[in-house]
């Protein structure tokens, strides 16, 4: 059984930066998907920044480009999200989702950010950039 656990939120100054990380245990198949979406009060839950565990290829949301960086630490079986720069809008409760890649990809590419696709969840970290 997969299972995803979250740790590194808290509250931060606009400006400032956290590190999230992802605790990934119960699969060992090359071929996943590791996504980090968000969903803040009201809104839909959003995509933010994947990570491919075949090639370590990675995308990201245009909104957090150049601001976030998704990596992973195979020996610790760990995916971090890297977050700076942030803003007041980048508050939201933040989840790791994982599942395989042939799920996301169809007509030629990968769509990451379809959060129906996945069906292995974290239990989410709260993430509050305020002055």
């Known amino acids: 059984q997969l299972q995803l656990v979250e740790s590194g939120g808290g509250l931060v100054q606009p400006g400032g930066s956290l590190r999230l990380s992802c605790a990934v245990s119960?699969?060992?198949?090359?071929?996943?998907?590791i996504t980090w979406f968000r969903q803040a009060p009201g809104k839909e839950r959003e995509g933010v920044a994947c990570i491919r565990t075949n090639d370590g290829g990675t995308y990201y949301t245009d909104s957090v480009k150049g601001r976030f960086t998704i990596s992973r630490d195979n020996a610790k079986n760990t995916v971090y999200l890297q977050m700076i720069s942030l803003k007041p809008e980048d508050t939201a409760v933040y989840y790791c989702?994982?599942?395989?890649?042939?799920?996301?990809?169809?007509?030629?590419?990968?769509?990451?950010?379809?959060?129906?696709?996945?069906?292995?969840w974290g239990q989410g970290t709260q993430v509050t950039v305020s002055p």
């Open positions: 989702a994982a599942d395989l890649l042939q799920k996301l990809y169809y007509s030629g590419y990968y769509f990451p950010f379809e959060a129906p696709k996945y069906d292995y």
């Open positions: 119960g699969f060992t198949v090359d071929n996943y998907a």
